[in-house]
């Protein structure tokens, strides 16, 4: 399979102040890379920043990608500084938990801006940028993207909405040097669900628990090699593949995952509590 070399390539990360963001951002600086790093708050942004190999080549922009006109402000101040950009990682997501019907409308609308509107938005105005230097696109989804997860409605159709988005893409981008490709974890351990943990569902900790290096890890790979998707645990993975094609087989399998998700719940909390 042919590799893109990453050196000297332009990179907008969105959510790059924490968690799997800021590991991506450190890794492409790591390699070489200029970074955009896009969060709201400017505070963890600086700290981000001062955390790269290579400040000196790496921006922070703050932008709230609930609101439609930043992925337009993110694509000029980028063009701005750098004149390119080879690479963008849609890696930015908003969870807000609980049943359907205990959201507000606005709720749920900012969760598809955040998760599904905006990393569509910004792949359609870089992609002339991406196709004048043999670019990528990453998207970091989930596997609540490959798996009907409920609890999680919105969250779930927004992960399987940027999983069916990257996929197609791709067969649009076939020939134009550019890949699309996703990266599906299972859960990681970062403040989006340590932070919430008695408000996340059991059995999301069913699942092995990678770190956010280790998904970093995969959209490095997949920006080199263009694959298609990776996600993380495998097992996990053909798990969640095989549960949304038979419901049945769903369903008798919750009660048991949810049980095992709960021990390795608690578990964490007992070592956090006793940290
Ligand atoms: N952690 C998990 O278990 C897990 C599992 C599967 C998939 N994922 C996916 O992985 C991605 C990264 O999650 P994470 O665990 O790294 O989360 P995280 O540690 O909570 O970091 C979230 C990042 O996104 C930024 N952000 C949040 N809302 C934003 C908005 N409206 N506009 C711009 N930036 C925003 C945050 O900064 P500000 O708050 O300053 O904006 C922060 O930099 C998400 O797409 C998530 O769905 C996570």
Redesign the pocket.
Known sequence: MPTRSLADRVVIV?????????ACAQAFSAQGCSVVL????QG?LDEAMASLAHPERAMTLT????LHESPGRIVDATMDRFGRIDGLVN?????FRGPVMSQSADKLASMVD??LRAPIHLTRLVLDELQRHGGFVVH????AGRLPLDGASTYSATKFGLRAFSLALREELRGTGVDSCIVS????D????MDDIDQVDDIVFSQKMCT?DEVAAMVLDCARDGSAERAWPPSGAKLATLSYLVPSFRRWLKPMMRRKGKRAKDALKAKRNSS
């Open positions: 969105t959510g790059a102040s924490l968690g799997v963001g800021l896009v969060a709201r708050r963890p932008a709230d990608l609930m890696n930015a997501g908003a969870h955040v998760n970091v989804a989930s596997l974890p299972g859960p990681v970062t403040g989006f669900i956010a």
